[in-house]
């Protein structure tokens, strides 16, 4: 069974940082270009972050450049986004998500994967 898995999500106050992690089993995760997304409650989920399979180009959502860093051990089948400066409305639950077009990020930018992790739950309150 083909199998994405998140970690890492917590409550944090504003400012502070957090590491996600997405592991994947069952399949070879550096063949994949991989994306991060969001969705908080009553809204629409998001990207926040790309890269592509071997880790040579990313791209980012305006809201989070600056802020949000998306890495990847291939030799872990583990993929990271490093969050720093949270705020308030980063609050959502993150969810990482693999596609087959290994060197560029089109399909990911249009919300479109081969597969999909359950997510984890991010909470940034004072």
């Known amino acids: 069974q083909v199998q994405l898995v998140e970690s890492g999500g917590g409550l944090v106050q504003p400012g502070d940082s957090l590491r996600l992690s997405c592991t994947a089993s069952r399949f070879r995760l550096d063949l994949y270009s991989i994306g991060w997304f969001r969705q908080a409650p009553g809204k629409e989920r998001e990207g926040v972050a790309y890269?592509?399979?071997?880790?040579?180009?990313?791209d980012y959502a305006d809201s989070v450049k600056g802020r949000f860093t998306v890495s990847r051990d291939n030799s872990k089948n583990t993929i990271y986004l490093q969050m720093s400066s949270l705020k308030p409305e980063d609050t959502a639950v993150y969810y990482c998500?693999?596609?087959?077009?290994?060197?560029?990020?089109?399909?990911?930018?249009?919300?479109?994967?081969?597969?999909w992790g359950q997510g984890t739950q991010v909470t940034v309150s004072s």
């Open positions: 890269i592509t399979s071997s880790g040579s180009s990313a």
């Open positions: 998500a693999a596609d087959r077009h290994q060197s560029h990020l089109g399909a990911l930018k249009y919300g479109l994967a081969d597969y």
